[in-house]
């Protein structure tokens, strides 16, 4: 694991810790310092050690440089076409009284409000494609001191992955995201984007100011697509869709835009406003309705982060603690799905991963819970510390197979 944070820049004490937690994370798939603590194998008690991680996981500032050093890493796989998709969520605590800046949200998955704190999630994944990779994984409290609203948390993490991709990428976001706060922000930055509209918008068509929802239903709609959907449960939802589009622009805007209309995904159609040039035909309108689907794939990173690294579970007090915890999980994240996927160093161990995760019916297609799965079946069982921590310059590249020992499959 040195080899994968070799360029990043922190003091000698906190790049110790930002290993250790990392390490901790993969191989206990918990972000417990406890457990952290315990996968370190430490010759002293353990709550000397879970002192002295609980005392870093309070940096100020850790946050920040771990999310830059995970967008530098992910930067060379933004094209021009690359969706980079934003997914607001929420981090439930409903039985927390003590952590800090604690505010109320709604707990997505019990649809309540209840005691949190908010999420932003970047990842970027070619349209259609099923290489995801992560950017941002940022947590605020509207309590906080120095908080201004939702729309500027999105748009600072928006502008921390255009700056280091020289602006490349088509941004997506489901409803929530046509927000004026958030659209005209994107147009102001010249930004490619791909925006669900609620339907209560009004936009500009034939000189005219129409409601969205309006101009939908006068949607002609030439093609036609059959889509499956994977659902979170398992299940498989086929859809027959139909779909079209109409040239519009904002209110007070003259930049020109595009309505694409979809129907067959429920009782209402599903509108989506996106800066690109779509042509009137069958090849550009299903690359944008593509792109869109590709969003889905979201929920799965979602649910990939909170399962695999039992998110919810996170029991630190501190707000700057908390902010530091999810950036580190992001980087569990970029090296369990990018990293490890991709150098081909790394193959032997990723073979090793996937063969020691223990599933019934094989590896699914979000194999990246199987490989998350087999870094821990890997790691749990070891009783010697798992690695030396040095800061003098080893001989040779120290890679992953170096800290793991593993022996040839």
């Known amino acids: 694991m040195c080899s994968f944070l070799g360029n990043l820049r922190l003091p000698k004490t906190v790049r110790r810790f930002v290993l250790e937690a990392l390490y901790g994370i993969v191989a206990r798939h918990s972000v417990m310092l406890t457990e952290i603590g ?4 430490e010759a002293i008690p353990l ?9 870093q996981a309070g940096r100020k500032g850790l946050d920040e440089a771990v999310t830059r050093f995970v967008i530098r890493g992910g930067a060379g796989r933004v094209k021009e076409e690359t ?5 607001p ?4 605590k409903p039985y927390a009284e003590k952590m800090q800046y604690l505010a109320r949200v709604r707990d997505g998955r019990e649809g309540e409000i209840a005691n949190g704190y908010w999420l932003c999630q970047v990842v970027a994944v070619e349209c259609g494609g099923k290489e995801i990779v992560p950017l941002v994984n940022h947590l605020w409290s509207q309590k906080a001191p120095g908080f201004e609203s939702e729309n500027k948390e999105i748009l600072r993490c928006i502008d921390a992955v255009a700056e280091t991709t020289a602006g490349r990428g088509i941004w997506v976001q489901d409803r929530g995201g046509d927000r004026t706060n958030l659209l005209e922000p994107l147009l102001e930055r010249q930004a490619q984007f791909i925006v669900r509209l609620v339907g209560n918008r009004h936009l500009i068509w034939s000189r005219q100011a ?13 093609y036609a697509e059959t889509v499956r959907r994977q659902n979170l449960d398992g299940t498989e939802t086929i859809h027959t869709i139909q779909f079209g589009f109409l040239r519009v622009k904002l209110p007070g805007w003259r930049e020109p835009l595009s309505l694409v209309v979809i129907k067959g995904f429920g009782a209402e159609p599903t509108m989506l406003l996106t800066t690109l040039d779509v042509r009137a035909n069958r090849k550009s309108l299903w690359w944008v309705v593509e792109a869109y689907l590709t969003r889905w794939r979201i929920e799965e990173t979602l649910r990939f982060a909170k399962q695999s690294y039992d998110i919810e579970n996170i029991r630190v007090l501190g707000y700057q603690s908390l902010k530091n915890l999810l950036a580190l999980i992001l980087l569990a994240m970029y090296f369990s799905m990018v990293f490890l996927g991709q150098q081909t160093k790394l193959a032997v161990l990723a073979h090793h ?3 020691a995760a223990k599933r019934l019916f094989g590896i699914p297609d979000f194999w990246y819970y199987a490989i998350a799965d087999g870094i821990r079946e890997i790691l749990f069982g070891r009783h010697s510390r798992p690695f030396h921590f040095s800061t003098k310059a080893r001989a040779g590249p120290f890679t992953q197979l170096d800290l793991l020992d593993l022996p040839a499959p």
Not at 47 to 55: A, D, F, G, P, V
């Open 89 to 92: 969520s929420d981090l439930a």
């Open 353 to 355: 991963a996937l063969r």
């Open 210 to 222: 129409i409601l969205a929802r309006d101009l939908a239903h006068l949607c002609s709609l030439p």
């Open 38 to 41: 315990r996968s370190l194998n």
């Open 47 to 55: 709550i000397k050690t879970e002192n002295r991680l609980s005392r």
């Open 83 to 87: 969706l980079l998709i934003i997914d």
